[in-house]
């Protein structure tokens, strides 16, 4: 048996290792998942199995915090937050498994439907293949099978090959609360293998990725005749008017920085109304300047490493590359981590002002108005959530409108996500909305039964 060893981004020590998985272990699991399929399980126990995960989370996300910090790198502030979100996704797809149900049809409406019932019944689609990515890998692999079993399908799960282990702790919940086999299947291992596996196999109706867009449009691409729904990455904007409220800055600060940049609605962007770029500028410096950098596991810490060394240079060298003024950061702590980075009025065709950073580093650009603000934000390929703070509601009310993005954020920053919304870009940020109500709909049918009394 071949093993997949997990390291700690920051010091590289072995933090855990799991077997490692390819196309036989993919298919292997695929046939479990279509045994439990042929067994389905009534909603009521499928609700209470969700339930029991949300209290056994509850009682150990001090252990789940722990654990997302190891592998991932997350602070521990960020790991906190993380393992509470997923004790609240567990507890709405609960909510979607007791309330799944189709409609009924109005079919004396038309003269042709006269004397006749019709309804709809809300099926589960089938087996579904879940792939998901290393930055929030508790919640994130929540986001997937929490909801498919609300919707009763069997899932088989790829985690991160760098995040395996708390994909695997949910799954023990999962079993401690009574999930009888086949239903949740993990492989870790070889994406290649695995991916095609899924990709190939006729009985997984849908796929759901979270991840890079090379990957997932490239799988959309392949699995044409499947759903394949996409959750990607975004380079985050936040439009900064002159009437923000207080506070402003120092919510940006946190917020671009927090996991250091990786995730996808990470502020990178701050676009700045002249009339506000001084006192701006002069607030959100150094708030970002005064941010904890070092060892995620350290409670005080606010900035932990990228999850690689190679990602690590990358960042950096788009940082080397950039044409703006550097105001903070720039370089990097005795300990090799990247200090959180703001670089001002930066070329738009500069890769950390059009691409996804995914690192600590955030952008200010000076714009002489709201239009040109939103004109910018809108100027990247992707979009999944965007920010603007202003008092003025018309203001905000017409950025909500013209900003081309899955979801748009008020006096909030852009990063920020409860777990009940309908979460999930446009453009080349992807296809669907999660949020378990929203994934529960794409993870079934609806079949509709016409009966003449
Ligand atoms: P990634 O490199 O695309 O990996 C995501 C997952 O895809 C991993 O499990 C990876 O496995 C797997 N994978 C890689 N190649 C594959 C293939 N050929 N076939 C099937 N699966 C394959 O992304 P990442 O670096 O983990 O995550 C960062 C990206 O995710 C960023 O772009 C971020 O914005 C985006 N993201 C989006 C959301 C959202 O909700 N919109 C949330 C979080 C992150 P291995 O690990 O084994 O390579």
């Keep these: 048996m071949e093993w997949l060893e997990v390291r700690s981004p920051y010091s590289g020590e072995v933090v855990g290792r ?11 699991a695929l046939d479990a998942a279509a045994r439990a399929l042929a067994d389905p399980l009534p909603a009521h126990e499928r609700a209470r199995i969700l339930d029991t995960v949300a209290g056994l989370l509850e009682a150990r996300h001090d ?46 409406a038309s003269a042709a439907g006269e004397g006749k019932l019709a309804f709809t019944l809300r099926l589960p689609i089938g087996i579904v293949g879940a792939i998901s990515p290393f ?56 994406a290649s293998e695995i991916g095609d596996a899924l990709v190939e196999d006729d009985r997984v109706k849908l796929i759901t990725f979270t991840g890079s867009g090379d990957v997932g449009w490239g799988l959309a691409e392949r699995a044409h005749r499947k759903r394949v729904k996409l959750e990607l990455g975004n380079a985050t904007p936040a439009i900064v008017c002159a009437d923000a409220p207080a506070g402003t800055a120092a919510k940006l ?16 962007r701050i676009f700045v109304l002249a009339e506000a770029w001084e006192a701006f500028v002069s607030e959100f410096v150094p708030k970002v300047g005064a941010l904890v950098v070092g060892d995620p596991g350290d409670e005080q810490t606010d900035v932990g490493p990228l999850i690689s060394a190679d990602d690590r240079d990358r960042v950096l060298e788009w940082i080397r590359e ?26 738009p065709g500069d890769k950390v002002q059009c691409e996804e950073v995914f690192g600590p580093v955030v952008t200010l650009t000076r714009v002489g108005s709201l239009d040109e603000a939103i004109e ?11 920010a603007i703070f ?25 990063t920020f996500r409860a777990d009940q919304m309908p979460y999930g870009g446009v453009k080349a940020s992807g296809n669907t909305k999660e949020g378990p109500a929203w994934a529960v709909r794409e993870m079934t049918e609806e079949r509709l039964v016409v009966l003449q009394p």
């Design 135 to 190: 930055n929030f890998p508790l919640n994130l692999v929540a986001h997937k099978i929490a909801p498919a079993l609300a919707a009763g399908c069997p899932v088989v799960l790829k985690p991160a090959s760098a995040t395996p282990l708390c994909a695997l702790f949910l799954a023990g919940l999962e079993e401690e609360a009574g999930l009888p086999p086949g239903w949740l299947n993990v492989v870790a291992g070889s």
């Design 253 to 268: 600060a946190a917020n671009a920085f927090s996991y250091a940049g990786q995730s996808c609605i990470s502020v990178q």
């Design 322 to 347: 950039a044409k703006g003024e550097i105001l903070a950061g720039g370089d990097t702590t005795e300990d090799g981590l990247i200090r959180p980075t703001v670089i001002a009025n930066p070329d």
């Design 376 to 386: 910018q934000a809108n100027a990247t390929r992707y979009g999944l959530q965007a």
């Design 63 to 108: 252990e789940a915090a722990r654990l997302i910090s190891a592998e991932a790198g997350k602070p521990m502030k960020a790991a906190r937050v993380e393992a509470q979100r997923a004790v609240s996704t567990y507890t709405f797809a609960a909510v979607e498994a007791r309330r799944l149900t189709g409609e009924t049809i109005p079919m004396d």
């Design 390 to 414: 202003s008092a003025d509601v018309s203001a905000c009310l017409e950025a909500a409108r013209r900003l081309e993005f899955g979801g748009v954020t008020v006096n909030e920053a852009p």
């Design 18 to 28: 799991v077997e490692k998985g390819g196309g036989t272990e993919a298919r292997q």
